[in-house]
């Protein structure tokens, strides 16, 4: 074997960052990871020490084969790094779908229109401001928009609200008739695809990414539900209130189209796999997982006094 391909993988302590890092480290890369040492480094990584708005020369000392730009959330970030870095080989960005207008036509294509999302605002934007920074500095960039990203590590209270309620045997409040539909991503597809993409270079440099299938939200409430052997008892909410005070998501429905990206992953992992992957680890990492006050919000406002505590 050749010498291990050298990958700098910003963050690395966080859900995608962090999970990235695991995940190249475990197949033998050497990767370091860039952050300012406040956290448990996963193990196998080689730390950079420092804050990435301002690390100095520490990183142009080191020629990477890849870097995987996972927490660059607007212009400056992208500057900060690309000015900080030596030499380097594939740089792979992960954008968000929050880039595309709600208003603009759906599935959203890699062409279409970037402009503020309503429901996203200055995240999205930013966003878009990132992708700009960097085409203009490294012009062969990869750029990934990927939805709403799942499975172990992920600290954000999305499934792990619906497993609280599982486990619980708590009645869901389910928004409308429970037709809006998501479209998720596992975050060990989004390695694979990175993975593709430091080793082959293909020729899309800017791809949608996610499964090819989205489900409703009561397909998913069952599915994460059914992690704990559970069935939900639904009480359908119709009343004019905003949706993220009781769930995990806005009340915006849209679906990319990932055609591109399929061409490189064709198969991507089984949304009720990655539910049970996301369980196991919740059950032994509960801690790690920033709560929103949903259930409390549901005891005081929408639940019968017969089923307060």
Known sequence: MGKAMKILVTGGTVFVSRFTA??????????????????????????????????????????????????????????????????????????????????????????????????????????IAAEKALLERVPDAYILRPPYLYGPMNNVYREAFVFDCAKAGRKFYLPGDGDMKLQFFHVEDLCRLMEIIINDKP?????????????????????????????????????????????SFYNYEYALDVSKMRRLLPVTKDLKEGLHECAIWYDENESEVRKKPLIGYIDNNLADRRERP
Not at 35 to 50: F, Y
Not at 92 to 119: C, D, G, H, R, W
Not at 206 to 217: D, L
Not at 220 to 233: H, L, R
């Open 22 to 127: 695991k995940y190249f480290a475990e197949r033998g890369y050497d990767v370091y990871v860039l952050n300012r040492g406040t956290k448990e480094q996963v193990p196998g990584v080689t730390l950079i020490k420092c804050d990435r708005h301002d690390p100095g020369d520490l990183l142009k000392e080191h020629v990477f084969d890849a870097v995987l730009d996972i927490t660059s959330y607007n212009g400056d970030d992208i500057a900060d790094l690309t000015d900080a870095l030596g030499t380097f080989g594939t740089y792979v960005f992960i954008s968000s779908s929050a880039v595309y207008p709600e208003t603009e036509m759906q599935p959203f294509k890699e062409e279409s229109k970037l402009a503020e999302n309503k429901f996203w605002g200055r995240y999205g934007t930013d966003k």
């Open 203 to 247: 020729d899309e440099h800017i791809m949608n990414v996610g499964n090819a299938e989205s489900v409703t939200v009561k397909e998913w409430v069952d599915a994460c539900y059914e992690c704990f052997g559970k069935k939900p008892s639904y009480e359908n909410v119709h009343a004019d209130i905003e949706q993220r005070l009781y769930f």
